[in-house]
C-alpha cells in the first residue's frame, strides 16, 4: 500500500472532524410531514453518511432495503405511501445496525408494536448509544494509529504502517462479530458453544488426525 505517515495523519484528521463531530438528527428534528421513497432515501442517507462510505460502493440504505423492512414487520406501513418521524426513526436505527447484524437479530432489539413515546425514549437513548460508540472508535483508532506510527520500519515483517491498521482494524471487526454472534445464542446452544470452545481451544486443529 503506498501510504505514508502524513497520509495516516491527514486520514485521521478528516475521521475525527467527520465522526468526532457526527451526531444523529434529534427526535424533534425528524421530519413528520410525510416524505415520499425517494426523499425517504435522501434523507436517510444523509443522515447516515458514513455507511454510504463503503469501498464495495454498494448502498445499505436503498428502497428495496426499506420495503423490506417493512415486509418484514420491523417498521410501521406506511401510510399512503408517506413516511413520517415513526418511520424515519426506525429507519435510522435500521440502517445503523444493518451492517452489522442480521435482521433477525435487529428485530430482537428494536421495541415493535410499540407507542410513540415508547419509541422516543429507545430511539433518543440509541443515539447516545451511537455517539458514545463513535467516541469510543475514535479513541481507539487515535492510539492505534500512533502505535503504529510510533513503531513503525523498525524492523516488524508489514513494512508499512497503513498495512499495520488495516489488520488491526479488520481484526478487531473479526472479534467484534464473533462476540456479537455468540450474544444472540440461547442458553443451551451458547453452553455447548463454551464445551466446544474449551475442549479445542481458539488455536488448536481439528481432531482428525493423518493416519
Not at 475521521?15 to 444523529?24: A, E, F, K, S, V
Not at 408494536?113 to 487515535?142: C, N, P, Q, S, W
Request: glycine letters at 2%.
Amino acid at each position: 500500500m503506498d501510504i505514508n505517515e502524513k497520509k495516516i495523519e491527514q486520514w485521521s484528521e478528516y475521521w475525527r472532524n467527520y465522526i468526532g463531530n457526527y451526531q444523529l438528527p434529534s427526535w424533534d428534528s425528524i421530519p413528520d410531514f410525510g416524505l415520499y421513497m425517494d426523499q425517504v432515501v435522501t434523507y436517510v442517507r444523509n443522515c447516515l453518511k458514513y455507511l454510504e462510505n463503503r469501498s464495495d460502493s454498494e448502498s445499505v440504505i436503498t428502497a428495496p432495503a426499506i420495503n423490506n423492512y417493512v415486509r418484514k414487520k420491523l417498521m410501521p406501513q406506511p401510510l399512503k405511501k408517506r413516511y413520517y418521524r415513526s418511520h424515519l426513526a426506525y429507519l435510522l436505527i435500521l440502517c445503523a445496525l444493518k451492517p452489522s447484524l442480521s435482521i433477525t437479530e435487529i428485530h430482537e432489539l428494536i421495541p415493535l408494536d410499540t407507542g410513540e413515546d415508547e419509541l422516543r425514549k429507545f430511539y433518543e437513548a440509541f443515539i447516545e448509544k451511537h455517539k458514545r460508540a463513535a467516541d469510543f472508535f475514535m479513541d481507539k483508532v487515535e492510539t492505534l494509529k500512533k502505535l503504529v506510527i510510533k513503531y513503525a520500519f523498525l524492523g516488524n515483517s508489514f513494512k508499512d504502517p497503513a498495512v499495520e491498521i488495516v489488520l488491526d482494524v479488520a481484526l478487531i471487526s473479526s472479534f467484534t462479530k464473533s462476540l456479537t454472534d455468540k450474544l444472540f445464542l440461547t442458553d443451551e446452544a451458547f453452553n455447548q458453544t463454551v464445551e466446544n470452545d474449551f475442549s479445542t481451544g481458539p488455536g488448536s486443529p481439528d481432531d482428525t488426525k493423518t493416519p
